[in-house]
T-cell receptor, first 117, second 114 residues
């Protein structure tokens, strides 16, 4: 099956610093990747849709300048949390969309747990 | 607007018992339907998906799901649960015909008693 990796799996940073999270599709090309945020014991909240070679599309209420997304290649998208604050602490999950046959499927990465002190 | 309802927030079953997790969706046509499983601290793993055709879909780990158009449901089943099945299960819908976001249900947390 399609594999999506994320790096790092866990990061702790000081308030005010920036953190970059990478999402890679390992065995397929993904023209579209998605970034989600998940709070404890809750469902996934879509933050933005990342299209290769173009600007990301952000969901309502998500700050574009706070969460910078870059999708420079068909296998890599990055999420940078700028000037992180404790309220940004969360579990961030990416997914990559694959077309195969009849329909499309999103495959998810293992997630990145961010703790801002 | 699309929506997904998972009526059961938490379910507990005994190991070896059968399992059914409910999922109802709201959509104007037949959507793409998915079930994902998430273990604690992990990402989501795709269990199975439905695009069209046979309404009974087989997935990994012995799971199956049945699409019932008349009931707008896509319930997940497993005949005999194993302790390793304890996890969070998410139902999701997506609109066919090109890119679209997945809409997730709130999730059902499954606990398995020995």
């Amino acid at each position: 099956g399609a594999v999506v990796s994320q790096h790092p799996s866990r990061v702790i940073c000081k308030s005010g610093t920036s953190v970059k999270i990478e999402c890679r599709s390992l065995d397929f090309q993904a023209t579209t990747m998605f970034w989600y945020r998940q709070f404890p014991k809750q469902s996934l909240m879509l933050m933005a849709t990342s299209n290769e070679g173009s600007k990301a599309t952000y969901e309502q209420g998500v700050e574009k300048d706070k969460f910078l997304i870059n999708h420079a290649s068909l296998t890599l998208s990055t999420l940078t949390v700028t000037s992180a604050h404790p309220e940004d602490s969360s579990f961030y999950i990416c997914s990559a969309r694959e077309y195969r046959g009849l329909g499309e499927t999103q495959y998810f990465g293992p997630g990145t747990r961010l703790l801002v002190l | 607007a699309q929506s997904v309802t998972q009526p059961d927030i938490h379910i507990t079953v005994s190991e070896g018992a059968s399992l059914e997790l409910r999922c109802n969706y709201s959509y104007g046509a037949t959507p793409y339907l998915f079930w994902y499983v998430q273990s604690p601290g992990q990402g989501l793993q795709l269990l199975l998906k439905y695009f069209s055709g046979d309404t009974l879909v087989q997935g990994i780990k012995g799971f199956e799901a049945e699409f019932k158009r008349s009931q707008s449901s896509f319930n997940l089943r497993k005949p005999s649960v194993h302790w390793s099945d304890a996890a969070e299960y998410f139902c999701a819908v997506g609109a066919p015909g090109g890119y679209n976001k997945l809409i997730f249900g709130a999730g059902t947390r499954l606990a398995v008693h020995p």
